[in-house]
């Protein structure tokens, strides 16, 4: 009865140790049969995953636009004594006809050295008009991807902006580029090599 009564006042005794339940090994494959797949890798983030445009590539971007209106003669450049490699003539009817091709050599001896970007983080496209080249825009492409800048006056400073920005540039740098993937006489640089939606 002492045996009782002590086993009721000590309480159940304590329970084994339990090791965790074996991981079953998975079965082996059948004999020739290919090697099920490794585990897939997490996602990658989204080229571009800040949201904003390298500093570098701004800066190359802005540089390249302002190298080509130099050389092109566009943003009244030539009024500030820049000589370019186009001839354009003068104003209303002096003004001459310039060709694509013109445009292309003219562009092309100007953005062959100095911008390791191009092609790689951005690219650049030259709409042209009847009379000749009508203005440069630069379009990120790669990480810099969503981004442009546009020609503007000497005094303006051309920054990028995001194509998707609700702002009133983000709307003109969109149509902008759906207008100059358009066109077929858009000049692009690298040939062959455009940004488009």
């Known amino acids: 009865m002492w045996l009782v009564l002590a086993a009721l006042l000590m309480g159940p005794a304590p329970a084994a140790p339990t090791s965790p339940p074996a991981v079953a090994a998975p079965a082996p ?15 990658s983030p989204a080229p571009n995953a800040t ?4 500093p570098a590539v701004s800066k190359e971007m802005i540089e390249a636009i302002l190298a080509l209106n130099k050389s092109l003669g566009l943003e009244s450049w030539p009024a500030r004594g820049v000589q370019p490699c186009l001839d354009r003539g003068g104003q209303g009817i002096t003004a001459k006809e310039v060709t694509p091709e013109d445009t292309k050599k003219c562009a092309t001896s100007m953005i062959t050295k100095g911008f ?23 379009f990120g492409i790669g990480d ?5 800048a546009y020609s503007c006056d000497p005094e303006r400073k051309c920054n990028p902006v995001k ?3 609700p702002s009133k540039w983000g709307k003109r740098m969109a149509e902008r ?12 640089f690298p040939e062959g090599q455009k940004s488009c939606p």
């Open 163 to 165: 194509l998707a920005a």
């Open 51 to 54: 949201g904003k445009l390298a």
């Open 177 to 188: 580029q759906t207008k100059a993937c358009a066109d077929t006489n858009t000049l692009w």
């Open 116 to 138: 390791p970007g191009l092609g790689k983080t951005y690219v650049l496209a030259i709409p042209m008009a009847s009379i000749g080249p009508v203005t440069v825009i630069a």
């Open 29 to 43: 494959s059948p004999a020739g049969a290919p090697p099920a797949p490794p585990a897939a890798a997490p996602a």
């Open 144 to 148: 810099s991807s969503g981004w442009a």
